[in-house]
């Protein structure tokens, strides 16, 4: 059965950044909007300049995807100082994801967050970050183009193992698989009631997964959005939108 846009869960997505929404560059969000819509959710793209109207949006809503940036969350945000290799912060997006995290935790919400996001949604629940990992940790897997010489025209790609029992095996079919790779930072120590539950071989944080309640949060490091027709990345959308349809209310009879 196809569905159509009134009966497809409704996936509010934040824009990347301020600028992008200012100059309505969609060009890396239609990413993220198109795999929602292929895994049959109706994608919403959320404003970071409007913080009054975001409440009564997000009622509307059944489930979130939290996309990846190419700012960093503030240090001070996680008990840090800035080491000189932090970008500068995009305080409306971590305002309008942090909104959006106190919504999706308080009324169970299902959400997908991917790079930043997944950095965020750990530093909300009071975890650190890796602020450069080139900086800081002895590796020779390239995380980013810039990690290459010459820069290749496409993403790394790397292995990332997962653990036997944890949502992402279940959903890989197996306690391995190959991702893309487009960050510099990454999760340091997890936060409240989250679990790392996958990692590259140099031990660089891939995916954690939230424990606190059955809410369906999942955070991984890698861009599954650019990674269409790969099963895992489409098997993460697909069950983002499974449970953004089991979360929407369902009316009582007095309503």
Known sequence: MTLTGSNRPRIGIPWRTSQEEVTGNLVKMQHY????????????????????????????????????SQFDVNPSEYGASNQGKSEPPDS???????AILGYAFGEQKPVLAICYGSQLLNVFLGGTLVQDIRSEVETSIPHRKKDL???????????????????????????EAVVNSSHHQSIATPGRQLSITGQAADGIVESVEWTGDANWVIGVQWHPERMSGDPLADRLFSQLVSAARRARRVPTLNS
């Open 33 to 68: 909007m198109d795999a929602v819509r292929q895994a049959g959710g109706e994608p919403v793209p959320l404003s970071l300049s409007h913080p009054n109207s975001l409440p009564d949006e997000l009622a509307q809503l059944d489930g979130f995807v939290l996309p990846g």
């Open 92 to 98: 409306p997006r971590e305002e309008t994801d942090r």
């Open 149 to 175: 010489q010459p820069e290749p025209l496409d993403d790394p790609r790397h292995e990332v193992r997962f653990t036997g029992e944890s949502q992402m095996a279940k959903l890989a079919g197996a306690t």
